[in-house]
């Protein structure tokens, strides 16, 4: 390994890039507008209702305890499907608004450096009770799935795309966070590519111990091809693109 490239990388993971900011000409501090905390959808977008967090108690669940000491990557699923009920309770554990405080400030289930939550999350739908297979949107404000575009063969593109991970295939859906850095970088500048990632983190830890507490499986997945994958949610690759993904099934 190059000894410059080495270095490049490794200030990445540090924090020394702050020291280098000028948060008073960051585009919060000189007044630029906020960008918008959810990217938007059409007015004739075809929007489905997810089921609400007060209807959750029903979920068999098992207690926290039991599904951090039970967590793990799992990589086979059964051909049961997600029901909408727990597929709804997986969204909110990952991207869910508990509170919206201002029009530009919101309150998720997971933490995010300086609440600017940076990241959408995308789904492969493959086996769904009552959803057709492709490609849908969350929106965390509306607690609905907008859809972007129904495929068929949205299986094989989304394993073909991780680099030909075919296991991905068997999945019920597979979850696929993108990031809008300038959510970030509008309040922290070049500090905020690091902390956009620390947020993703934590979202997919989120969405291990939810899987466990419902007898489904899941395993994180960073090995994608980037282009392949920006096409195939129709992102610029610029402005959005993907940062990571999850395949979620049953594992009854
Ligand atoms: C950031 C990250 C990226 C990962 N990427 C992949 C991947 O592309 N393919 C895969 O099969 N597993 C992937 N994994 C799963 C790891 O291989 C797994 O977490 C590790 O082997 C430890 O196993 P455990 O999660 O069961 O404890 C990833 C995990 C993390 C946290």
Redesign the pocket.
Request: aromatic share 0%; with cysteine.
């Given at each position: 390994m190059q000894e410059s490239s080495l270095e490049q990388y490794r200030y990445f993971l540090k924090d020394t890039v702050r020291k280098t900011v000028d948060f008073s000409i960051t585009d919060q501090s000189l007044g630029v507008s906020p960008p918008p905390i959810e990217k938007g959808y059409s007015a004739d977008a075809e929007r489905i209702d997810l089921i609400p967090p007060d209807e959750f108690q029903t979920l068999p669940s098992m207690d926290l305890l039991c599904a951090i000491a039970n967590r793990?990557?799992r990589?086979q699923f059964s051909k049961t499907p997600l029901t909408q009920q727990e597929l709804s309770f997986l969204l909110w554990a990952t991207q869910g608004v508990r509170e919206q405080s201002s029009a530009d400030h919101v309150r998720r289930n997971v933490p995010s450096a300086g609440a600017r939550h940076a990241l959408e999350t995308y789904l492969c739908v493959l086996n769904v009770e009552g959803l057709d297979r492709g490609f849908y949107r969350y929106l965390p404000l509306e607690h609905q799935l907008v859809i972007e575009y129904r495929d068929e063969s949205a299986a094989e593109k989304v394993g073909w795309a991780a680099f030909q991970?075919n296991w991905m295939s068997s999945a019920a859906t597979v979850f696929l966070w993108s990031a809008i850095p300038y959510r970030t970088e509008w309040r922290y500048g070049l500090a905020a590519h690091k902390v956009i990632l620390l947020d993703a983190g934590h979202v997919c830890q989120n969405l291990y111990l939810a899987c466990e507490a419902i007898s489904a499986g899941t395993?994180?997945?960073?090995?994608y091809d980037q282009e392949l994958m920006d096409d195939l949610l129709k992102i610029d690759g610029k402005d959005e693109f993907v940062i990571y993904l999850a395949a979620v099934g049953k594992v009854d």
């Open positions: 793990q990557s990589r991970q395993c994180a997945v960073a090995a």
